[in-house]
């Protein structure tokens, strides 16, 4: 299992919130680029980059950090996410480095981009459904909506979709540990990869996803325990490399 670290960008700072509340935020860093090199220092294999103002507005905010990052490290396959909706900006960000880009709320509300974008940039295209009680939430998390996200992941099956970024808005940046029942049951439930986030908080809750009831959790997103120190990256990917071959 791949463990991946996030650098959240809000105002050209590297911070991280409490269950997606913009006002509920700490700043850990006011140079992603240096952040970055932090990660890949300590042997991350993968970058797990958030335009949380984007995220909000709807389109880019903070690219310039992306760019500046994937200009930085151009043989870390980098993950974005936070204000992708429209094809425009995948191919921006392709263009400047980035490996994945994420598609969140535009897959909630025009699920057929999924397939478009899938089809426009094969291999390059991650889903990220974020979840509160078991509903899919949208524009920053600020909007909850109907759909149930097992349901939902079900419609990008076909599509091409590299993996599913499944968030737990209950428990990310709270350290109480990753929802791994309600995790499994989405590995469980589709063919697409999934990537765990929020809530990992020690080096237990790594050993649980690992021992989780699927073999179809490929990764986990991992961001204030790393900056808190109640995990360390390095003995953490050790551990999962250990435990998932």
Not at 155 to 162: I, K, T
Request: charged share 20%; with cysteine.
């Amino acid at each position: 299992m791949l463990l991946i670290p996030a650098i959240d960008l809000k105002d050209g700072q590297c911070v991280r919130l409490r269950q997606g509340r913009m006002e509920d935020d700490t700043v850990f860093s006011n140079n992603p680029v240096e952040v970055a090199g932090r990660w890949v220092d300590a042997g991350g294999r993968r970058l797990h980059l958030v335009d949380l103002s984007g995220a909000f507005a709807g389109e880019p905010v903070n690219g310039a950090a992306i760019r500046n990052i994937a200009k930085a490290y151009p043989d870390m396959p980098i993950q974005v996410g936070g204000g992708i909706r429209d094809e425009v900006t995948i191919e921006a960000y392709l263009k400047a480095g980035v490996t994945y880009c994420i598609i969140g709320t535009q897959a909630v509300k025009e699920p057929d981009f999924v397939a478009r974008a899938c089809k426009a940039f094969p291999g390059h295209v991650i889903v990220g459904l974020d979840a509160k009680e078991g509903m899919v939430a949208i524009n920053g998390w600020a909007e909850v909506t109907d759909q149930e996200v097992t349901e939902l992941a079900r419609r990008f099956q076909d599509d091409g979709v590299s993996s599913i970024v499944y968030t737990d808005i209950g428990r990310d940046g709270m350290m109480t540990g990753p929802n791994v029942e309600a995790t499994t049951a989405l590995a469980n439930a589709i063919n697409i990869p999934v990537v765990a986030s929020g809530g990992i908080t020690n080096i237990g809750d790594i050993e649980a996803l690992c021992k989780a009831d699927t073999s179809n959790i490929t990764a986990a997103i991992t961001g204030r325990a790393i900056y808190e120190g109640t995990l360390d990256f390095a003995v953490g990917q050790r551990l999962a490399d250990e435990l998932t071959g």
